[in-house]
């Protein structure tokens, strides 16, 4: 996405989106598939987006500091706004403190920040309990503790604590059961499963594992899913809306591609629907777009995602290492040149191909291709290069070690 490449999101793009309000004031997602005319009325102009998290990750997967900063002001929205709810008031004091470290820096008692205070004692905690009297000094004992700590450190930590959130990652939606239409219920869909709670029920866990089929149809959702003794059964709900009912059918799909698959299935990846003419002209091509409208934007999964950025930024930081070794070697001749460029090849080669971090030191047998890690190595059932089955793993132990950050000196 261009905004994501301005703000020097390079390779984690697919952790976002882009979200806008239709007419109903309701908040949906962009689908960056889908022209955005059939999405939007263009009659409302400008046309206001706002760049959102819309697959959120533990912070030690994410790999550019431009992407954990904006992780971090989408985690600040969201608790602010209550989107994000926290597990208890300790917690919430102590993400306040952050928040004020990593917008103000120390705490400074002849100018305490109170305004950032105010605005983030906002937060709320998941178990309704009354905000406690003594708020404000649990919040200054905190923020006194994170003294010389950096911004971009208590924005990390900022998103490790909310990383541990039950609410973490949740899209949530309103619905009454089809069964109890007196009966609001509060979906979440986020990287686990689908939680389901009410004010007279305790909260409930769907997993992804355990989901076997998930439909919309106007404004009713419904999902098929197992119980723990085996047996199958079915929740129905209505929302307010068609709209939020394909919103949650979104949610429900692209999240479990995201988190739970190794990739996004072509069921995913071409669903879609189409009008009238497009219809009619699919009789006779079906290959045409005309009418064409994608149900999902999901292209990569969360392994997918994460592999690519750091084999692109691996590649990245080999081609500066090349370019600052052709500059040192300048004056010695082809021959510098040349000695440099096969000792980067031979790095290459030595590094694991599934990881692309750590050395090789791994045989699979009986195939004996060697290409993997001991970590990776305990993952594969089947060899990647010829695709036979791996009876066992053997360990190497190579006499040299090669090291990514080695250059040769000339």
């Given at each position: 996405?261009?905004?994501?490449?301005?703000?020097?999101?390079?390779?984690?793009?697919?952790?976002?989106?882009?979200?806008?309000?239709?007419?109903?004031?309701?908040?949906?997602?962009?689908?960056?598939?889908?022209?955005?005319?059939?999405?939007?009325?263009?009659?409302?102009?400008?046309?206001?987006?706002?760049?959102?998290?819309?697959?959120?990750?533990?912070?030690?997967?994410?790999?550019?500091?431009?992407?954990?900063?904006?992780?971090?002001?989408?985690?600040?929205?969201?608790?602010?706004?209550?989107?994000?709810?926290?597990?208890?008031?300790?917690?919430?004091?102590?993400?306040?403190?952050?928040?004020?470290?990593?917008?103000?820096?120390?705490?400074?008692?002849?100018?305490?920040?109170?305004?950032?205070?105010?605005?983030?004692?906002?937060?709320?905690?998941?178990?309704?309990?009354?905000?406690?009297?003594?708020?404000?000094?649990?919040?200054?004992?905190?923020?006194?503790?994170?003294?010389?700590?950096?911004?971009?450190?208590?924005?990390?930590?900022?998103?490790?604590?909310?990383?541990?959130?039950?609410?973490?990652?949740?899209?949530?939606?309103?619905?009454?059961?089809?069964?109890?239409?007196?009966?609001?219920?509060?979906?979440?869909?986020?990287?686990?499963?689908?939680?389901?709670?009410?004010?007279?029920?305790?909260?409930?866990?769907?997993?992804?594992?355990?989901?076997?089929?998930?439909?919309?149809?106007?404004?009713?959702?419904?999902?098929?899913?197992?119980?723990?003794?085996?047996?199958?059964?079915?929740?129905?709900?209505?929302?307010?809306?068609?709209?939020?009912?394909?919103?949650?059918?979104?949610?429900?799909?692209?999240?479990?591609?995201?988190?739970?698959?190794?990739?996004?299935?072509?069921?995913?990846?071409?669903?879609?629907?189409?009008?009238?003419?497009?219809?009619?002209?699919?009789?006779?091509?079906?290959?045409?777009?005309?009418?064409?409208?994608?149900?999902?934007?999901?292209?990569?999964?969360?392994?997918?995602?994460?592999?690519?950025?750091?084999?692109?930024?691996?590649?990245?930081?080999?081609?500066?290492?090349?370019?600052?070794?052709?500059?040192?070697?300048?004056?010695?001749?082809?021959?510098?040149?040349?000695?440099?460029?096969?000792?980067?090849?031979?790095?290459?080669?030595?590094?694991?191909?599934?990881?692309?971090?750590?050395?090789?030191?791994?045989?699979?047998l009986p195939c004996g291709h060697v290409l993997a890690c001991n970590n990776c190595a305990l993952r594969c059932e089947k060899c990647p290069i010829c695709r036979s089955e791996i009876k066992q793993s053997q360990k190497l132990f190579l006499p040299v070690e090669f090291r990514t950050t080695e250059r040769i000196e000339c």
């Amino acid at each position: 996405m261009e905004a994501c490449e301005y703000l020097g999101i390079t390779h984690e793009a697919d952790y976002f989106g882009l979200k806008y309000e239709n007419s109903r004031g309701e908040e949906l997602w962009l689908n960056l598939r889908n022209p955005i005319d059939r999405q939007v009325s263009c009659h409302a102009v400008p046309l206001r987006f706002s760049l959102r998290v819309k697959f959120w990750i533990p912070p030690h997967l994410l790999l550019q500091d431009t992407t954990k900063h904006q992780f971090y002001l989408n985690a600040k929205h969201d608790l602010l706004d209550k989107t994000l709810l926290v597990n208890n008031w300790d917690t919430a004091a102590y993400l306040i403190a952050l928040i004020s470290q990593a917008e103000e820096v120390d705490y400074d008692p002849l100018h305490p920040p109170h305004n950032i205070y105010l605005q983030a004692s906002s937060i709320s905690a998941i178990d309704s309990s009354e905000k406690p009297l003594d708020l404000l000094q649990k919040i200054i004992e905190e923020h006194k503790k994170l003294k010389g700590g950096k911004r971009s450190t208590a924005e990390y930590w900022l998103l490790k604590a909310v990383s541990d959130q039950e609410t973490f990652g949740e899209e949530r939606f309103h619905a009454v059961a089809k069964q109890q239409p007196h009966e609001p219920l509060k979906i979440g869909v986020g990287p686990h499963g689908v939680s389901i709670s009410s004010e007279n029920a305790e909260k409930q866990l769907i997993t992804f594992s355990s989901v076997i089929s998930a439909s919309s149809q106007k404004r009713n959702f419904r999902v098929g899913y197992l119980l723990e003794d085996g047996s199958t059964t079915e929740l129905e709900v209505k929302l307010d809306s068609s709209h939020i009912a394909s919103g949650l059918y979104r949610a429900l799909t692209e999240k479990h591609a995201f988190y739970s698959c190794e990739t996004v299935t072509s069921a995913v990846m071409a669903q879609c629907i189409r009008d009238l003419k497009g219809i009619i002209v699919s009789i006779f091509n079906e290959d045409s777009n005309q009418g064409k409208k994608y149900v999902f934007d999901i292209r990569r999964t969360c392994r997918e995602v994460y592999d690519g950025a750091r084999r692109a930024i691996y590649q990245e930081n080999n081609m500066q290492m090349m370019g600052q070794s052709k500059s040192d070697c300048h004056d010695h001749g082809d021959n510098c040149k040349d000695s440099q460029e096969k000792y980067i090849r031979l790095i290459d080669s030595m590094l694991c191909k599934i990881c692309m971090d750590n050395q090789i030191d791994t045989a699979f047998l009986p195939c004996g291709h060697v290409l993997a890690c001991n970590n990776c190595a305990l993952r594969c059932e089947k060899c990647p290069i010829c695709r036979s089955e791996i009876k066992q793993s053997q360990k190497l132990f190579l006499p040299v070690e090669f090291r990514t950050t080695e250059r040769i000196e000339c």
